[in-house]
């Protein structure tokens, strides 16, 4: 999957929002990326996270938001 910067979006939104503070405009380009993933759940990744307290806490590795769980497995058993 190839990552693509939402600053590239910016050129976009300028146009129909030209006095708009450029942190402003990347801060709606995020909000609007995350909730089309939320709700196209197009975007998928599998995270494997050792258990080392309650509750557990994933480490992300970047800025990402967990909008959904899919499945849970501990010890290879299915958790609901």
Do not use: H
Not at 9 to 38: D, I
Not at 41 to 48: D, Q
Not at 51 to 65: F, M, Q, S, Y
């Amino acid at each position: 999957m190839k990552l693509v910067s939402l600053s590239l979006f910016a050129p976009l939104v300028m146009p129909y929002a030209p006095t708009a503070p450029e942190p402003l405009v990347m801060q709606n380009l995020r909000l609007a990326a995350r909730e089309f993933c939320k709700e196209s759940r197009c975007w998928r990744e599998i995270i494997t996270t050792t258990i080392t307290e309650n509750p557990v806490v994933p480490d992300l590795g970047c800025a990402a938001t967990i909008v959904a769980v899919q499945s849970a497995k501990l010890n290879g058993r299915d958790l609901t």
